[in-house]
Structure formats: structure tokens, C-alpha cells
């Protein structure tokens, strides 16, 4: 079987029920994701109920209703098949829409997954947004919600930009017209609502001497090229430049970067604007749009995200951009938090414990962050403190492209860790995460580094 033919058996499982659950993660895949079912199932006048899940784990099963709904797992559910078939959950009233590791499982579950089809960059929203379109074409205006979770779930990451069925989505929104592609365009992170010299200083891949991480450094760099006074009342943003600013710029960067020597590779790429959002505004863009959604999914108000996607831009919206600001804060001081208390090495992990100081939802953002302003040749591990759950321990763990070429596979070591001290966890070969018993901490870690090692060691490549 092949994508289209699975996506057209989900939609075709999903028109045949009118009552339908939809069981989501709280990430702003998860979120974009779940309104675009939740979305195109109303349209089409089914009965839509949605529950939203930080990991869908033994505790968490009891907010899924025990009735005779279609229960649609979205952006989880296939590393917890084996847990969905001990709470009782039977074959027809499950369908699963994800793209994380399967889970071996005696019940063959429906599932839509990207992996099984070889497509690693597209998230589940992605996959949703194909599911909606093969229950109505009408549905194309969803694309927009779609590149939204794939860039969210750092699908354009690697590429700087969507490919493969990804991109089909992103031609999707173009010809509807609520999506343009800004190209070749700097990759850096808020192009909508960063002031511009903040904006330069907090771009790092790659990192541009005297400007990453200097912001007195770019400012006089803006200056040099004549873009900004210094005086500013009221900073522009990187959208407001005009189209020859931007490409003076552009020319500005990529002499400092050439003249240091490194590769202009990652600079540009391609970039996703929405035409239909007022300028300035965190929903102009999808890199900053899929934050937004974070913020609301990390703070316990995913339905908040999903009312956004949805197109609320009153009430929903205003609350969203005050979790965003709260979100925005303690990201940064989490950051700050761990360069400033270093972490510890083992022979191949580089780890910290954050205690009880920052909320279990963003320790894998502060992770990822961390990671390009550490060592870049071992993974990372953040460990955390889980609010009100005190045997608890949440695990997040980031690498990089290159750790990955060399045999790392994070989803591997902690879903295998894990298990062992009666956690779970799973994800990706480059993100995952997992929680385990506060008691085990010491055990897991070294065992972490153990399973670490063998990856390296089975490619025949080492770090060190
Ligand atoms: O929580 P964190 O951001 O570190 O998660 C990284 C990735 O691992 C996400 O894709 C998340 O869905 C996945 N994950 C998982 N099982 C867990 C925890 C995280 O599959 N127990």
C-alpha cells in the first residue's frame, strides 16, 4: 500500500463514522494537526470531540472516552500500540494518523504514517491535511495549517525548506492563494515580528562572526549599510525592508560568512509566508506561527492553538500571544539557565538537570537551543522535574544531522532505556523524549551514554 492509498482509506474509515474522538499531542504539530480533522470532519457535519495529550502514557488513557466513537491518534499513538491494545482499545474503533517509530503490536491497528512510506519530513499535519483533502477538496485552504506543523515539527529543517509530499502542500496553498513562498529568503527565525537587529544577532545556523550572538554587532552593521540610524523609535522588521534592503543585507551576511571561511549553505532557503494575516503579527509566518502554537500547547491551552488555526483572531488569538510572551521568557532564561550552569559530560552525552525550575513541556525547545551553543559532536540531555508528579522525571534529548549520519538514533536509546526502568519515551532519530522514575535517574543516564556509545561503535564512527 502506498501513501495516497492509505490516506484514502483513512478518509474513507473516518466518513463512515459520525462520532468521532481525536486524540492529539499538545506540540504545534499536534495542534495543527488536530484542527485540520477536527476541521474538515465538521465541514462534513460529523460529530468531532478532541482530547489533547502531553504523551499518551498509562496515566493519561482515562481522558479518552470509553464510548463508541472512532478514536483518530494524531501525532501519537504508534510507539504506544502495545498500550492501546492492554487498555482494551479494539481494531476498528482505532485509526492512527502519525510519524513517529511504530511500536510492535499484536492488533494491526490502521495507521497512516509517514515513515512507513520512506517520507521523514512530513509531519502528521501533513499527513492530516492529506486526509482531509481526500474527504473534500474543499479542504485545500487546511495547507496553510499543514506547513505550519511540518515547519513547527522542523520538517524544513534540514533542507531549509519542505520537500517531497511536504512541498505538495506548500504548491496546495500557493494555488489557493493563502500561502506564498518567500525564496531564496534568510532562514533566521522571525522575520515578522523580530526587531531586525535582534533578529541578525539570534541567527547562528550559520553562525555569522560579529553578528550571531552580538547585538551591538549587527546593529552597526545595520548601520554600515545605511538600513537603520541607530535612533530608532520603532525597529522594522525584517518583512518591512524593502526588496533591495533585504538583498543588501543578504550580500552584507554572506561576505562576513565567506570571509570567515565557512559555508553559505544554510543561509537561505525557503520560507512561508501567509498573505491573508496582517503583517507584524506572530501568524504571518510559519516558523513563528508554529511557536505560537507551542506556547499554547506547552501551557496547557492547546485548544487555544487549535481555535487559532481555525482562524479565531479575537479572543483565542489575544490569549495565544500572552502565553506566547510567558513562553518566549522562560525559553530564554531556560537557555541562559543551562549555558550559564554547563553541563556534564559523560564519554558520549552531554547532560543537566533543571530541577523543578522550568515547566517539562519546553525543556526539549531549551534542549535543541542549547545544543548549537554547546559541544555540536554529542547529544544533548535535559532532564526535568515533572509538576506534580513527583516520582516522575521528564527526559528530552536532541542531536544534530551529522550525529545522525554517524549511527545516532535518540528515539532507539530512549525508547530502549526507558523501557528497561518501566519508563517510556520515543520520537525521532534527532529529537525524543521520555519520562522515567525519578528513582532511576542515576541508572538511566549511564545507561543512556552505554546505548550512545554502541550506536557509534556499530558504524564504525567515533566522536572522540
Ligand atoms: O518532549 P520532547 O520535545 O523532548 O519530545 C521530542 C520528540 O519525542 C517529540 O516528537 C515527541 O512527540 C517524542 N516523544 C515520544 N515519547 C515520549 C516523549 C517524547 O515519542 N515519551
Redo the contacts with the bound molecule.
Keep these: 500500500m502506498g501513501l495516497s492509498q492509505a490516506v484514502r482509506e483513512a478518509a474513507d474509515i473516518l466518513s463512515s463514522h459520525d462520532k468521532i474522538t481525536i486524540i492529539s ?1 499538545i ?1 504545534a ?2 495542534i495543527s494537526a488536530e484542527a485540520i480533522l477536527a476541521s474538515a470532519l465538521s465541514r462534513d457535519e460529523h460529530d468531532v470531540r478532541s482530547v489533547f495529550l ?4 498509562s496515566t493519561r488513557v482515562s481522558e479518552i472516552p470509553r464510548d463508541d466513537s472512532l478514536k483518530v491518534f494524531s ?2 499513538g504508534a ?2 500500540q502495545q498500550l492501546l491494545q492492554d487498555e482494551g482499545f479494539s481494531e476498528g474503533e482505532v485509526l492512527i494518523v502519525d510519524h ?2 511504530t511500536q510492535p503490536c499484536d492488533i494491526p491497528y490502521f495507521q497512516v504514517n509517514a515513515l512507513a512510506f520512506g517520507h521523514n519530513k512530513l509531519s502528521a499535519a501533513g499527513l492530516a491535511y492529506f486526509i482531509a483533502r481526500a474527504i473534500d477538496p474543499v479542504n485545500t485552504d487546511l495547507a496553510k495549517v499543514a506547513v505550519v506543523g511540518n515547519v513547527g ?1 522542523m520538517m524544513a529543517r534540514e533542507d531549509c525548506g519542505l520537500i517531497g509530499p511536504a512541498r505538495e502542500i506548500v504548491d496546495d496553498g500557493i494555488s489557493y492563494g493563502n500561502i506564498i513562498c518567500s525564496s531564496p529568503e534568510l532562514t533566521t527565525y522571525g522575520i515578522s515580528t523580530r526587531p531586525l537587529h535582534l533578529f541578525l544577532s539570534y541567527s547562528d545556523d550559520p553562525h555569522i562572526p560579529g553578528i550571531s550572538n552580538n547585538q551591538s554587532g549587527a546593529i552597526k552593521f545595520l548601520q554600515r549599510l545605511g538600513i537603520v540610524t541607530g535612533s530608532q523609535k520603532r525597529w522594522p522588521v525584517w518583512e518591512d525592508l524593502l526588496f533591495e534592503e533585504r538583498r543588501l543585507v543578504i550580500s552584507g551576511l554572506a561576505q562576513q560568512i565567506m570571509a570567515s571561511g565557512a559555508s553559505l549553505d544554510r543561509l537561505l532557503g525557503e520560507v512561508y509566508l501567509f498573505p491573508d494575516e496582517q503583517t507584524r503579527e506572530p501568524v504571518r509566518n510559519a516558523s513563528e506561527y508554529a511557536t505560537l502554537l507551542n506556547a499554547c500547547g506547552r501551557r496547557d491551552a492547546a485548544h487555544t492553538g487549535s481555535s487559532i488555526c481555525r482562524g479565531d483572531r479575537a479572543g483565542a488569538y489575544k490569549e495565544a500571544k500572552r502565553l506566547l510572551s510567558h513562553h518566549r521568557s522562560d525559553v530564554g532564561n531556560l537557555l541562559q539557565f543551562i549555558l550559564d550552569t554547563g553541563v556534564q559530560d559523560l564519554s558520549h552525552l552531554q547532560f543537566i538537570h533543571v530541577g523543578d525550575r522550568y515547566l ?2 519546553i ?3 531549551g ?2 537551543m542549547a545544543l548549537s551553543r554547546l559541544n555540536r559532536n554529542k547529544p544533548i540531555m ?1 532532564m526535568c522535574a515533572v509538576q506534580g508528579e513527583p516520582t516522575l522525571t ?5 542531536t544534530n544531522e551529522q550525529m545522525v549520519q554517524q549511527g545516532v538514533d ?2 532507539l536509546v ?2 530502549t532505556a ?1 523501557e528497561e526502568i518501566g ?6 532519530r534527532i ?5 522515567i522514575p525519578t528513582a532511576s535517574e542515576e541508572v538511566f543516564k549511564h545507561r543512556v551514554n552505554r546505548l550512545l556509545a554502541a550506536q557509534y561503535a556499530a558504524t564504525g564512527q567515533d566522536h572522540r
Design positions: 499531542h506540540d504539530d499536534g502531553r504523551q499518551l502514557e501525532d501519537l510507539g504506544q513517529h517509530v515539527d517539562d513541556t525543556v526539549g525547545i534542549a535543541g535535559v521528564k527526559v528530552s534529548m536532541r535518540l528515539q530512549l525508547a526507558s519508563g517510556a519515551g520515543g520520537g525521532h529529537a525524543a523524549g521520555a519520562y
